[in-house]
């Protein structure tokens, strides 16, 4: 188990025939096998283009109070605006994450006939006060939805699965933004920014914020800092990869701590499968491997559900992003 992040570039994937591809394959799957956490380069994503979404997320958090709360979340729309202190640490205990965000979602018409099959789609609700949002948030994530199907045709390349094996669940996918931001913490101020956790996806994709504070989990315990290049993105594995994988790629804990005496801003990118695909082994699991299968339609309805401050979860929630002590 190393105690550093890997920087990887993924200019090899983009070309067809490049004389590096399986060297990168390789060095990819280690990551994701080891620590579950890399830095990419060589994404063909323009530093303008995260320019404009790290603007745009700092005016969608300048807006007035009251704008704000009237484009609020709600249990029938898990779309908008996020409060500061919403969310506490998943048993319960600790203070409340000290961020405020802002929830999108795959981006689908309010007449799409998908709708009838699961509630979790619809058209985004963007904040009137910021105009070229849409725009810049839409453009961003259709890059990123490139960078990922490389990726994960890479991750299927190097198990040895078939290269579509991961391709057909994302189609109409649950795939889901979060805009975040993060007023500094006080020294002495318990609590963090995102109390730590593993993400419940099945690969998540950040452009890290200058400002730093994510930290990463080693298997000893302690907390690391990935470093990444200027125009490099943080990718990290999530449960749903560790599940379909049979527990070879990891989905490590993290937490953000924003000490900086700064503002953060950031904009993660989650991908999760269709709401019909049930994730399960699809290779023999690992020894001491054993989770039950996932229905994401089921999974998500129960993230957004648990995520409301008076419900908990059930015999029936999946244990996706659960820490054991």
Partial sequence: MTQNIPTIDITPLREAGHPQRQQTVAAILAAAE????????????????????????R?????????????AITRENYRGYIPMGFFTPNDGSGTADKYEGYKLHHEVAADDPIRAACPLYGPNRWPGEVPQARKAILDYWAKLDGVFHLLLGALAEG????????????????????????????????????????????????????VGGLEVQTRDGGWISPGCPPGGFVVNIGDMLELWSGGRL????????????????????????????????????????????????????????????????????????????
């Fill in 250 to 325: 990891v989905s490590t804990p993290h937490r953000v701590v924003n000490r900086s005496g700064r503002e953060r801003y950031s904009f993660p990118y989650f991908a999760v499968p269709r709401h019909d695909v049930v994730v399960k082994p699809l290779l023999p699991p690992v020894d001491g491997f054993s989770r039950p299968p996932v229905h994401c339609g089921h999974w998500s309805a129960e993230i957004w559900r648990t995520n409301w401050p008076d419900q908990d979860a059930d015999a029936d929630t999946p244990e996706l992003g659960t820490l054991h002590s």
């Fill in 159 to 210: 198990l040895g699965l078939e290269p579509d094996a991961f391709r057909e669940p994302f189609e109409n996918p649950l795939t889901n933004m979060s805009l975040l931001h993060y007023p500094p913490q006080a020294p002495e101020e318990d609590g963090f920014g995102i109390h730590p956790h593993k993400d419940t996806d099945a690969l998540t994709i950040i452009a890290p914020d200058p």
């Fill in 34 to 57: 080891d620590i579950g956490f890399l830095s990419i380069t060589g994404t063909g994503v323009a530093p303008e283009t995260v320019d404009s979404v790290r603007a745009v997320v």
């Fill in 59 to 71: 005016a969608i958090f300048a807006v007035p109070e009251k704008s704000k709360w009237e484009q």
